[in-house]
């Protein structure tokens, strides 16, 4: 009689751990994948009594904007927070400091540093991404060379920042298009001045036909002069 060899009683549990242990390893990776990001972000502008401070937060939400809570923009100098902006996404409002206002209103928020009216907010929307966009009125001047957090908070409490520094001012330079805008100007220039040089010169006076006759004359009577 052939020999039946039966496999370990123990080998269906083997799998079922294996199995269970994908899962378990799997779970935390696919949280971490829904929790919200910074995905850029910039601030431009000047710093002085009178200016103008635009900024700018690019936010992605794991299955859709709908999902964040709060869009915050803090102006860090000497370890401190000077200002803070906050944006909460439900209720459309934008916080400066101690002051409020709605999004899309004529009504003002005013800080210690920084004021921005309602309108001066703009905020896209689409699938899972977010901007948030300010143009804040510099009321105080901020002397020390700060540094900026931006960052963004989801329903649950999960957030991401980034901390950049004022971007600097772009150089306008000199592009291959202005040069040839250049070159065509003096083109032009120089044809127009020649145009006008050579209108005012005085063309050669032309021979004339009575002018020839006459001096033809005159050599046929000085040489009969010299003939007698």
Known sequence: MRSVTRRPAFAGSLLLAALLAVIVTAGPASAQSTSPS???????????????????????MPGGWQ????????????GSVLE???????ENKL??????????????AEGTYL??????????????????????????TITQDPRFKLGVVDDFGASDEVTLKLAEPRS?????????TLIAAALFAG?????????????????????????RVETDRAAKGRST
């Not at 999902?67 to 000497?78: I, K, N």
């Not at 050579?198 to 020839?212: E, G």
């Open 67 to 78: 999902g964040l809570h709060l869009v915050e923009a803090s102006v860090l100098a000497g």
């Open 172 to 180: 306008a330079g000199i592009t291959w298009g202005t040069v040839a």
């Open 38 to 60: 910074v995905t850029s972000g910039q601030v431009t502008g000047s710093l002085v009594q009178g200016g103008t401070l635009t900024i700018r937060v690019d936010a992605l």
């Open 84 to 90: 803070k902006i906050v944006f909460d996404v439900e």
């Open 191 to 215: 044809g127009f001045v020649g145009n006008v040089f050579a209108t005012k010169r005085r063309p050669p006076p032309r021979a004339s036909v009575y002018d020839a006759v006459q001096r």
């Open 115 to 140: 004021r921005a009216s309602g309108a001066d907010v703009v905020v896209t929307k689409g699938g899972g991404n977010l901007t948030f966009r300010l143009d804040a009125n510099v009321v105080k």
């Open 95 to 108: 916080t400066i400091g101690e002051s409020s206002t709605v999004v899309g209103t004529g009504g003002v």
